[in-house]
């Protein structure tokens, strides 16, 4: 999908800019919308490689919780 977003805007601007017609441009700003709006997910946190016999801890918390104050 993203490719035939990337490539009707990549038209959209080549077009509309060589001044053949507006609704050229139209395009290129629509398809440029629905792009930026399918990557509205969430940031990758953490991104490693895995090889056999390794092991990880995942650990899911509230961000939002408040942390008991720690005197050190």
């Not at 440029?32 to 090889?51: E, H, K, Y």
Request: proline letters at 6%; aromatic letters at 4%.
């Amino acid at each position: 999908m993203d490719r035939i977003l990337r490539r009707l805007t990549r038209s959209g601007l080549q077009h509309g800019l060589g001044r053949e017609h507006w609704g050229w441009l139209l395009l290129a700003l629509a398809a440029l919308v629905l792009r930026r709006a399918r990557r509205t997910g969430d940031p990758v946190a953490l991104s490693l490689p895995i090889r056999s016999g390794d092991r990880f801890t995942v650990t899911l918390s509230d961000p939002t919780a408040t942390r008991p104050a720690t005197d050190a």
